[in-house]
């Protein structure tokens, strides 16, 4: 689970990282304006965007110059017109530009997730799936996208190799069953959650008869997925991935498994386009 203790501690990293790697040892550009002058002005978004982001934008002009002061017109998980103005600013003209970049970054990269999330999410909102996240993500910046899928309305899966079990081929093999493996698990770490990887229904009897907690069904058909159902009734969670994408996506999640991860959530991820006007 993601606290807000944790999700602040990421994003104050998250941002110093992202400060050191544009400004270095000073921005140049901007000591080209009077250190006194003052400015304002306003950030945009020329397409339709599902926002996510506000704190990370926050962070810059916290870092960078706590006397900046930002206005929301939006609030993370909002959907956003083209042309809107998101927010506005007022402060020192050298810092708004020097965090111009940086704020954007966050903000247009996080706000990419939180759309394609958003847009995926719509198209199963028929169903009772739930859209999970996978580790695909973009290295360093793991907490600050998972965070993003949530504004999105999709779901976290697990944060990471400490927090859950996931059981996959290579661990059955090397621990002998799929039996072997969740005996082990419960012995290792009582009370987290053991997720066992499945690749026909003969696995997935296996797998329930151990006493997984949730099953993924990996390539499944839909007919094998369907079956899984019906035969699971309730003692397991099913999760359904591989490969997943527009086309297949609803005919899945109509299937009536629990959860369907999809790594295009964090890893195929396009920023929206935002743009930064002084006044």
Request: aromatic share 4%.
């Amino acid at each position: 689970m993601i606290t807000a203790e944790i999700l602040r501690q990421a994003r104050i990293e998250n941002v110093a990282q992202s400060l050191r790697e544009d400004i270095g040892d000073g921005d140049i550009t901007a000591k080209l304006i009077p250190p006194e002058k003052r400015a304002s002005g306003r950030v945009i978004t020329r397409e339709a965007a599902t926002i996510a982001g506000r704190q990370w934008v926050e962070e810059v002009f916290r870092q960078v110059d706590p006397s900046v002061t930002l206005s929301w017109q939006v609030t993370d998980g909002e959907t956003a017109s083209p042309d809107q103005v998101l927010f506005t600013m007022e402060g020192p003209a050298r810092s708004l530009l020097t965090s111009e970049r940086s704020a954007l970054n966050w903000l247009q990269t996080l706000s990419g997730v939180a759309t394609a999330c958003a847009g995926y999410a719509a198209r199963v909102a028929h169903t009772g799936v739930r859209l999970l996240d996978t580790r695909k993500t973009l290295p360093g910046l793991r907490l600050a996208q998972k965070y993003a899928v949530t504004c999105g309305g999709c779901y976290n899966h697990r944060i990471g190799l400490w927090d859950a079990f996931l059981i996959k081929e290579n661990h059955i093999a090397a621990c002998g069953s799929i039996a072997d493996a969740i005996l082990a698990a419960h012995r290792i770490a009582p009370g987290k959650p053991v997720e066992v990887e499945t690749e026909n229904l003969d696995e997935l009897d296996q797998a329930l008869n151990a006493g997984a907690d949730i099953i993924m069904l990996d390539e499944f058909s839909l007919e094998d997925m369907r079956t899984a159902v019906a035969r699971t009734a309730g003692r397991a969670k099913l999760e359904a991935s591989g490969g997943i994408n527009s086309t297949t996506l609803v005919p899945i999640a109509e299937t009536g498994v629990d959860f369907i991860s999809i790594g295009a959530l964090t890893k195929d991820i396009r920023a929206v386009d935002l743009s930064m006007r002084l006044d």
